[in-house]
């Protein structure tokens, strides 16, 4: 089956500590975008790729960083200068960067303790 | 530039009632529209798009119409369910520029649904 699969679905970590979240896919889709989820807030753009070795700074991407060396693959890290890290974190593909419909991962919620 | 502004909830149905959920939108250009829904704990679903003016999506008995001359693409369903309980999000696909083709997204509408 194809689809967005993202790891772990549950993450804590200690303050001050990096964390990488896992996004991959396997429906060939050149696009590729990171989302944060806040309660009671619409999802927020923080970094987006539209093709391998490339990414672009979304809305929030301060304290955050991408790696898009494979096509499939586009994990997020989570540094320490990220002040608030406590969200849900959802990972999206689509064909192309367009208008195009964008699929969803199932998200990982990480919990800075 | 590019906002969604969606009804506010939560919204509180008895099962079989019709739904209404607001979204109008602020945008350059021709975007795309889009309703995804999300269940606790789970990532977004789409559930119904439009392309352009005057489009109807549907899907699971939701429907929603792309109104140019109103900016709008209201979520509407006949007879809502239990099961239709979750947090559903109206979104625009950016349509030129060097936003092309990101997603901004309303806050989101919290609809429960008792039996």
């Known amino acids: 089956d194809g689809g967005i699969t993202q790891s772990p679905k549950y993450l804590f970590r200690k303050e001050g500590q990096n964390v990488t979240l896992s996004c991959e896919q396997n429906?060939?889709?050149?696009?590729m975008y990171w989302y944060r989820q806040d309660p009671g807030q619409g999802l927020r753009l923080i970094y987006y790729?539209?093709?391998?070795?490339?990414?672009q700074k979304g809305d929030i991407a301060e304290g955050y960083s991408v790696s898009r060396e494979k096509k499939e693959s586009f994990p997020l890290t989570v540094t320490s200068a990220q002040k608030n890290p406590t969200a849900f974190y959802l990972c999206a593909s689509s064909i192309e960067r367009t208008t195009d419909t964008q699929y969803f991962g199932p998200g990982t919620r990480l919990t800075v303790l | 530039g590019n906002s969604v502004t969606q009804m506010e909830g939560p919204v509180t149905l008895s099962e079989e009632a019709f739904l209404t959920i607001n979204c109008t939108y602020t945008?350059?250009?021709?975007?795309?529209l889009f309703w995804y829904v999300q269940y606790p704990g789970e990532g977004l679903q789409l559930l119904l798009k439009a392309t352009k003016a005057d489009d109807k999506g549907s899907n699971k008995g939701f429907e929603a119409t792309y109104r140019k001359e109103t900016t709008s693409f209201h979520l509407e369903k006949g007879s809502v369910q239990v099961s239709d309980s979750a947090v559903y999000f109206c979104?625009?696909?950016?349509?030129?520029?060097?936003?092309?083709?990101?997603?901004?997204f309303g806050r989101g509408t919290q609809l429960t649904v008792w039996p």
């Open positions: 945008a350059t250009g021709y975007p795309s």
């Open positions: 790729s539209q093709i391998v070795n490339d990414f």
């Open positions: 429906l060939n889709h050149d696009a």
């Open positions: 979104a625009l696909a950016a349509a030129r520029g060097s936003t092309l083709g990101r997603l901004y």
